[in-house]
């Protein structure tokens, strides 16, 4: 009851009350880095928010230090919304759903049997559904 160590299942920790989940995450980062702790480089540690950003950094030196790993190649460390956008691509934005549908209608016009058949708009609403 009064352990501090975490108990885990595939990708839960439970951390014990008092103990610093940064500090149990840092520990778990490093132990399962072997065997090169140093290289955290292809992982990313999400957090709640930037303001605890600064102190996991420093929690994770610590960590490797006490190890004996004086320094290391950092994990990505940030918030899910920054994170997120280190993907975003501000160049091309989301289509509306009337630009889906002209974009849609247009590469329809190509094959008009189709069209024919079903008719233009209850084709592209069932599409677009499919898409989605």
């Given at each position: 009851?009064?352990?501090?160590?975490?108990?885990?299942?595939?990708?839960?920790?439970?951390?014990?009350?008092?103990?610093?989940?940064?500090?149990?995450?840092?520990?778990?980062?490093?132990?399962?880095?072997?065997?090169?702790?140093?290289?955290?480089?292809?992982?990313?540690?999400?957090?709640?928010?930037?303001?605890?950003?600064?102190?996991?950094?420093?929690?994770?030196?610590?960590?490797?230090?006490?190890?004996?790993?004086?320094?290391?190649?950092?994990?990505?460390?940030?918030?899910?919304?920054?994170?997120?956008?280190?993907?975003?691509?501000?160049?091309?934005?989301?289509?509306?759903?009337?630009?889906?549908?002209?974009?849609?209608?247009?590469?329809?016009?190509?094959?008009?049997?189709?069209?024919?058949?079903?008719?233009?708009?209850p084709?592209?609403?069932?599409?677009?559904?499919l898409?989605?």
């Open positions: 009851m009064g352990d501090a160590s975490p108990r885990s299942s595939a990708n839960t920790v439970l951390v014990s009350y008092g103990a610093d989940p940064l500090r149990i995450v840092s520990e778990q980062l490093l132990a399962e880095a072997q065997p090169s702790p140093i290289d955290l480089s292809n992982t990313v540690v999400l957090l709640p928010h930037q303001g605890a950003v600064p102190r996991f950094r420093r929690v994770l030196l610590d960590t490797a230090s006490d190890l004996g790993f004086p320094a290391l190649l950092p994990p990505y460390v940030g918030a899910l919304g920054a994170w997120l956008q280190n993907f975003a691509d501000n160049k091309h934005r989301r289509l509306s759903n009337t630009g889906r549908e002209i974009l849609l209608f247009e590469a329809l016009a190509e094959h008009p049997q189709p069209i024919e058949r079903w008719g233009a708009w084709l592209i609403d069932g599409l677009l559904k898409f989605d």
